[in-house]
């Protein structure tokens, strides 16, 4: 596992260890006491990158047209 702390990671870079956590705990090939510990952070890389979509979903506007046709911004809503 990488020593790097996580919240100096990017999303990239935590959501890639994530999925290598995942692969190294479905061949099952780790002692119990290493799957423990590779769970763990996988657990807190989950929750960063969760943290990482819920902030980049408040940034993300949609464009609209005003009735004269002028360009505006407002908060997107997916629902």
């Known amino acids: 596992m ?3 702390k996580i919240e ?12 290598n ?6 061949r099952g ?6 799957s423990i510990d590779i769970y763990e952070r996988g657990a807190k890389l989950k929750q960063y990158c969760e ?3 819920k902030a980049a979903k408040l940034k993300v506007d ?3 047209l005003e009735s004269d046709g002028t360009p505006k911004t407002e908060p997107f809503d997916p629902d």
Do not use: H, R, W, Y
């Open 2 to 4: 990488a020593d790097d």
């Open 8 to 19: 100096n990671m990017s999303f990239e870079q935590a959501l890639e260890e994530l999925e």
């Open 51 to 53: 943290g990482k979509l």
């Open 21 to 26: 956590i995942v692969t190294c705990l479905e």
């Open 29 to 34: 090939d780790a002692p119990l006491d290493e």
């Open 62 to 64: 949609k464009i609209v």
